[in-house]
C-alpha cells in the first residue's frame, strides 16, 4: 500500500494508467493510414513558458509560468547544490533547467528590492510541509541575487555540515572546537566559483594578517582570492579560512563596498543540539564546530548592506523535533531568539493553476503520455493522489 498525504492507493502505476511517463506514442489515422503523433500535438499542449528569464523582472502576470536558467548559470551558481537531487536528475533528462515562478519567491524579490541596505539585514526564510518547494523558492531568489551583484555566501544543505561530513578534526587554532577539513575546502570552491567574476570586480582586499605557520602568512592588504586559494590548497586551514572570509564580507559590507547575501537552505540546523560526531563516546553540539561559528556573527545587528535569505526545513531538525513545520517550533527558543526579527514566507502546495501548469510542462517534454483516457480525466486523478503537494507529483510521475 502506497500513502500519500491521506490518500491511500495499491498498485498506483495501474490507478494512473491514463498518464505514464515515457509510454507509447498516441496512435492517430491520417488519410487512411496509421501515423503517430505525441500527446502534446494532440491535444494542442504547449509548456506554459514566460519569455523574461530575468527573476527581477517577474512580476504576478507570470504566476504559474516556467522560466528557464541559461547553462552557464546553473554551472556557476549551483554547480555546488543549491537544487534538489532528483529535481536535477530530472532537468538532465529534459535538457533545461527551469523554474516555475510562484508567489513566495516573487514576495522575498519584492521585499529585496525595496529594503533599506543602510539598516540591518533583513532575514526572509521560507518555510512549510515537506515537498511543497522551499529549496526552489531558494533557488528563484538565488538567481535574483546573482543577477543584482550581490556577494553570495551560499550554504546548500547546512544539514550535511552536522550529520554527512567528510571529516572531523580537533582544531589546532580554537582549543574546544572541531573543524571540517574537507567540507570547508569543498565549500570555498563552491564560493569562488559562485562569486569570482564578481570579486574581481570589486577588488576586494584583506583588512588584517592572517597567520597561519611560522612559514604561512596571508598579508593585510592581500586580494581575498589569495586568502580563498589558500584554504582551498591548505585544506588544514580551509575552517578557519571560512571564518576569516565571512568576517571580512560583512566588514566589507558595512564599508559599503559591496552587499552581501547569505542564503541558507535548512537554517534551523544552526540551533540544533546534537551531531553525528562523537568525542569519548559523547555526541558533539553543532555549535562547537568551526564551520558552525563562522556563519553566527551574520545573524547578528552589527552590519549593513546584506540580506539573509533561507529556509525553515522540518528536515534539517533532529529527528526527535520534527513535530510540526512551523518556524517556531523548529527553531525552538534559542534559533527563534537569534533570528528575531525575520519575515516568515509561508509556501503551499500547488493551486489549480500551478498544478495544470505542471502536468502541461511534462506533457510538453513528453514526460508524460496519454494512452486510455482523456486527459482532463488524468489530471483529476494527478490532483487526488498527490492533494497538488509538489514533491508527490515529481514522484508519482518518476519513470517506472
Not at 267 to 277: G, L, P, V
Not at 301 to 325: Q, T
Request: proline content about 6%.
Amino acid at each position: 500500500m502506497i500513502t500519500l498525504r491521506g490518500v491511500t492507493c495499491s498498485k498506483l502505476t495501474a490507478r494512473i494508467h491514463n498518464l505514464c511517463p515515457l509510454a507509447g506514442l498516441h496512435p492517430i489515422k491520417t488519410h487512411g493510414s496509421s501515423s503517430y503523433s505525441t500527446l502534446a500535438e494532440v491535444e494542442g499542449i504547449s509548456s506554459p513558458r514566460t519569455s523574461v528569464q530575468s527573476p527581477s523582472l517577474h512580476t504576478r502576470d507570470h504566476l504559474g509560468l516556467w522560466y528557464t536558467l541559461e547553462p552557464t548559470l546553473v554551472k556557476r551558481v549551483f554547480g555546488g547544490g543549491g537544487l534538489p537531487k532528483k529535481y536535477e536528475k530530472l532537468c538532465g533528462t529534459f535538457g533545461e533547467t527551469s523554474l516555475m515562478v510562484r508567489e513566495p519567491a516573487l514576495t522575498v524579490i519584492d521585499l529585496l528590492k525595496r529594503s533599506n541596505l543602510e539598516m540591518p539585514p533583513n532575514k526572509f526564510f521560507f518555510y512549510g510541509r515537506d515537498g511543497v518547494g522551499k529549496t526552489l523558492s531558494v533557488a528563484h531568489v538565488t538567481h535574483f541575487l546573482v543577477e543584482d551583484g550581490w556577494v553570495l555566501l551560499h550554504i546548500p544543505w547546512l544539514p550535511n555540515w552536522r550529520r554527512r561530513f567528510k571529516e572531523v578534526k580537533a582544531s589546532t587554532s580554537n582549543p574546544g572546537s572541531f573543524d571540517h577539513p574537507v567540507d570547508a575546502s569543498t565549500w570555498l570552491q563552491h564560493f569562488r566559483h559562485q562569486n569570482v567574476e564578481l570579486l574581481k570586480e570589486l577588488e576586494i582586499t584583506t583588512s588584517e594578517q592572517y597567520t597561519w605557520s611560522r612559514r604561512e602568512t596571508t598579508e593585510a592588504g592581500s586580494p581575498i582570492s589569495m586568502l580563498i586559494e589558500h584554504g582551498i590548497n591548505r585544506s588544514r586551514y580551509a575552517s578557519d579560512v571560512v571564518v576569516a572570509v565571512v568576517a571580512e564580507l560583512k566588514k566589507c559590507a558595512t564599508e559599503g563596498r559591496c552587499k552581501v547575501a547569505v542564503v541558507v537552505d535548512g537554517i534551523n540546523s544552526f540551533f540544533c543540539t546534537s551531531s553525528r560526531y562523537k568525542v569519548d563516546a559523547v555526541y558533539v553540539e553543532p555549535q562547537r564546530f568551526t564551520l558552525f561559528k563562522a556563519f553566527m556573527p551574520c545573524f547578528d545587528k552589527d552590519w549593513k548592506n546584506g540580506c539573509i535569505v533561507g529556509s525553515i526545513d522540518l528536515r534539517a531538525n533532529d529527528g526527535k523535533i520534527r513535530g510540526s513545520h512551523l518556524p517556531h517550533y523548529l527553531l525552538q527558543k534559542t534559533g527563534w531568539e537569534t533570528l528575531d526579527p525575520f519575515v516568515p514566507i509561508p509556501v503551499e502546495d500547488y493551486d489549480d493553476r500551478e498544478m495544470r501548469s505542471i502536468i502541461d510542462y511534462y506533457v510538453d517534454h513528453e514526460w508524460l503520455q496519454n494512452i486510455n483516457g482523456p486527459l482532463d480525466l488524468a489530471r483529476r486523478e494527478l490532483a487526488g493522489l498527490t492533494s497538488h503537494n509538489p514533491y508527490a507529483v515529481m514522484s508519482i510521475c518518476s519513470s517506472l
